[in-house]
């Protein structure tokens, strides 16, 4: 599956931004999707999972109760609300598959066979 991720941009802090993860190919609807992100300077780290059918999401401390991860299969598009956005959040944020029918989750970026290519997301303080 190709990714493409857009939705990126400047936002002010407590702001709030939806990111798309928009998907071409069959195994859409068969994979795991993952949001990562890489801050400057820093290595690239897990944001938040949701299984193939929607029914479990797993998400970093770092965003609990501010992201929020959906997926709707019919338009082979993935999503991920990011509220209270804060100046930590500052990122290039990526989004990822993996084939998976288990409901198990995933976190590590080796993990994922198909990513896509980043969309920058900036929080001014």
């Known amino acids: 599956v190709q990714l493409q991720a857009s939705g990126g941009g400047l936002v002010q802090a407590g702001g709030s931004l939806r990111l798309s993860c928009a998907a071409s190919?069959?195994?859409?609807?068969?994979?795991?999707i993952g949001w990562f992100r890489q801050a400057p300077g820093k290595e690239r780290e897990f944001v938040e999972a949701i299984t193939w059918n929607g029914s479990r999401t797993r998400y970093a401390d770092s965003v609990k109760g501010r992201f929020a991860i959906s997926r709707d299969n019919a338009k082979n598009t993935g999503y991920l609300q990011m509220n209270s956005l804060n100046y930590e959040d500052t990122a290039i944020y990526y989004c990822a598959a993996r084939i998976e029918t288990s409901l198990l989750f995933f976190i590590e970026e080796i993990e994922y066979q198909s990513w896509g290519q980043g969309t920058l997301v900036t929080v001014s303080s």
């Open positions: 190919g069959r195994t859409f609807g068969t994979s795991l």
